[in-house]
């Protein structure tokens, strides 16, 4: 018989809805895992705010979660992995954190000769530098480029995946990344999955690996709870939590989600 | 001597910096005001976000403006326009309230032989359609168009104002306005202004005025103030608060407001 930590819920959490890309692929890797998700669809997108104001809401989510008598917290938001993952771990105690940009990092270094990484993200993570930090603290030999990419985001939640604009706006920002010799493309942001059949095309000819975060930290997950002995083998309820219910909610979740979304719970942090 | 009233600032909000399209109009049209701008940068964008909650956030900038004594309430976000002006009137007492859905409108209906009309906007105010129900209210024979365009404000932001990808994007949205036999074509979205060189030529051949809420709701002030005999002749300071100072803050708020943005202070509300 397992025991209730076992039992106890995984809290994933996202500044929106582009997280449930990271929590579809937690469902596809622990389909026996209960799991929480909250994503701050009342005060997306975190990726243009100060440090401070994505700290200080980070940690409101934590607490709700920590409330919830989750067992382990993934940080499904590359904002708040790249401003405040310290933080999270020092509120969670025991319980533990992981989170997209070490995950997403650890998967791309795991090969050796993968000597020149690329890394796409939203404006915030690039200035972070948060990839380029994780990875060089494996190995600072190793070289990375970083790209910003603001309009990716906008263009998913219009559904603009593989239309002519998506494809001229890949072309703009993956260009300079041809003849630049990374074996690795590091999505890092949780919406950029939605583009992963497209950009392997962008890069036409480039033998590029594309490392999908979402993937990453769900593997780490299943990892972690397998040394901990936490797996549980008799759930598989998922709980979703949304500070708000924007327009187009459901169609915009289904997209992220890969199907429907029942039973979302509007709740208010403070 | 003009009394304390006119000496009082003008009060202008809207959830981001957009905003600021308006107050460039309304340093154009009435230089010698002194203007109080708010832009809610912590929790922007409102368009995505529930009626009730754009009505509670609105409701504590007004209060905001109202404490520093504003003698007139510009509202520049067409989403609180849509979802918020009678609540905003409502706790304004006897400050005069005007809204860029209104001004728009006015602007594009007093031309009695415009009998076709377009509006453009985001998601939100589309979905409201709080400008088909003004034009409506004035003469319910008119035709009005309208087009949600959500990629607009990101490609502003962004800078991409004219290359191939606002091109298209701009394409895939106003197409359908050709032989449409639109008039006027009001860009309801204080972003939109930006694209207002490049939109004629998407809607080539078409004898289209393009009715910009910004410059309409400059005028609508400068008239109301001129009937109240409110008129400052000593003033034209400029003040801006922000809920958040996000990144690229200044580069985004020179392109909106035309010129440098000095004395930025950032404050909570609650």
Redesign the interface.
């Known amino acids: 018989m397992q025991d209730l930590k076992n039992k106890a819920p995984i809290g994933i959490f996202d500044s929106g809805i582009g997280g449930l890309t990271v929590a579809k692929a937690v469902i596809d890797a622990l389909p026996n895992e209960d799991i929480i998700y909250f994503g701050d669809?009342?005060?997306?997108p975190y990726?243009?705010?100060?440090e401070e104001?994505v700290r200080a809401y980070a940690l409101q989510i934590t607490n709700f979660l920590l409330k919830h008598g989750v067992k382990m917290i993934l940080i499904a938001c590359n904002t708040v992995s790249a401003s405040a993952k310290e933080e999270i771990i020092q509120a969670s105690g025991d319980i533990p954190v992981l989170d997209v940009i070490t995950a997403g990092t650890h998967n791309a270094v795991s090969d050796p000769n993968r000597r020149n990484i690329g890394v796409i993200g939203t404006?915030?993570t690039v200035?972070s530098k948060a990839y380029v930090k994780a990875i060089h603290a494996h190995d600072p030999t190793v070289t990375v480029k970083q790209q910003a990419c603001?309009?990716l985001?906008?263009?998913a939640?219009?559904g603009?995946i593989d239309?002519?604009?998506a494809i001229?706006?890949l072309h703009?920002y993956l260009d300079e990344f041809k003849d630049s010799g990374i074996q690795s493309l590091i999505l890092g942001c949780t919406h950029y999955p939605l583009f992963k059949d497209v950009i392997p095309q962008i890069l036409n000819g480039e033998n590029v690996e594309i490392i999908d975060s979402a993937d990453s930290i769900a593997m780490a997950a299943k990892e972690k709870l397998e040394t901990l002995d936490l797996l549980n083998t008799s759930g598989g309820q998922f709980q979703c939590f949304v500070s708000?219910?924007?327009?187009?909610f459901h169609e915009l979740a289904e997209r992220f989600l890969g199907k429907e979304l029942n039973g979302v719970e509007v709740v208010t942090l403070d």
Chains 1, 2 share one sequence.
């Open positions: 669809t009342a005060r997306v990726g243009i705010k100060s104001t404006l915030a200035n603001p309009l985001v906008p263009l939640e219009e603009w239309n002519e604009v001229q706006t703009l708000d219910r924007p327009q187009r």
